[in-house]
């Protein structure tokens, strides 16, 4: 495993962050969750959304001052754990309860109005992840013009592809997670999310011999920072170009669905076609009145006309601009 912390820079957005997602495809139940720590500015928060089968959508989010971390190993904001193991597989961890909202796009409404929470629910998840993948760091597979447009969303961001087993019991009901596809991302450098015009990251699964993790951020001016791999029969591709052939937004912020061409290490072209499910849109704003919005969603996916793939599909926009297809 890679080192689970890093020496802090100067700048006051510093930030160290763990992020875990995870989709049980035979019991349609899925979830993601991310610890971030800024020790310049003494913070720590987390949330955790569960996207339920019946359509509903839980959440928990929480945000302490947090001078120090990790406690042990082991790494913690509120309710919510994220623990390395020695033997290289993690646990995840919660107990606490959670607000339910019937729509999605209501979630980060919830907390100015209590009429969108359907109901407060007690939820208890304990998932172990085991790798069937060795880490992927992103900058080492980039060009040198990627690593600096992509300086906004960090210096580094370690990747692992795993098989997830545990159990999550919400209310009264218990689901049993039996080898189902997760991957966790851990990421250290200055996160500034309203200063990036536009990114993608999807986490998509087909089986535990294919899965693909493209990453871009594309500035207004057409730069393009780009990351991500192909998993396929044990070998890991490193992509190096993508192009945003179609891509649609309602209201400019909740995703639709994209056509993308990736270009991976040996020169090889893959046509990626995404469709996304019910998002949670997160604002961001900063003291300048910047607000970029974070659309966490779970997609289904058709690579080289290969179907059935499926995962997370996550876009940020920002008010500076509105994404665009972006060619050449």
Aim: charged content about 25%; some cysteine; proline content about 5%.
């Amino acid at each position: 495993m890679e080192p689970l912390t890093h020496t802090p820079k100067a700048h006051r957005e510093w930030n160290e962050s763990y992020y875990f997602v995870f989709y049980d495809k035979k019991q349609n139940i899925g979830g993601m969750t991310r610890l971030g720590f800024k020790p310049n500015k003494e913070e720590g928060m987390t949330f955790l959304f569960l996207f339920l089968p019946n359509g509903t959508v839980a959440g928990y989010q929480a945000l302490e001052r947090k001078k120090i971390y990790p406690e042990g190993m082991t790494l913690r904001v509120g309710s919510m754990t994220h623990e390395p193991l020695s033997d290289g597989r993690w646990k995840y961890c919660f107990q606490d309860k959670m607000a339910v909202v019937k729509n999605p796009e209501d979630l980060p409404k919830a907390a100015q109005d209590s009429n969108l929470i359907l109901k407060i629910s007690p939820v208890k998840m304990n998932l172990l992840f085991a790798p069937i993948h060795k880490v992927y760091e992103y900058s080492e597979h980039m060009t040198e013009e990627s690593r600096k447009v992509g300086e906004r969303s960090g210096d580094a961001h370690w990747e692992q592809i795993a098989l997830v087993n545990g159990e999550i019991i919400f209310e009264e009901e218990r689901y049993q997670i039996k080898e189902c596809m997760g991957q966790r991302d851990h990421t250290h450098g200055v996160r500034e999310w309203t200063h990036i015009d536009y990114w993608l990251y999807y986490v998509i699964w087909f089986s535990k011999d294919l899965a693909i993790n493209p990453a871009a951020i594309i500035t207004n001016d057409g730069k393009k920072s780009i990351g991500g791999f192909i998993f396929k029969s044990g070998e890991t591709i490193p992509i190096m170009d993508i192009k945003v052939l179609d891509q649609k937004f309602r209201d400019g912020v909740i995703p639709i669905s994209s056509k993308l061409e990736l270009i991976d290490a040996s020169g090889n072209r893959h046509m990626l076609e995404a469709k996304a499910g019910p998002a949670i849109p997160v604002p961001f704003k900063d003291e300048a009145g910047r607000i970029s919005v974070l659309a966490q969603s779970f997609g289904s996916f058709k690579l080289n006309g290969i179907e059935g793939g499926y995962g997370s599909y996550e876009t940020l926009t920002s008010s500076a601009g509105s994404p665009r297809p972006t060619r050449g």
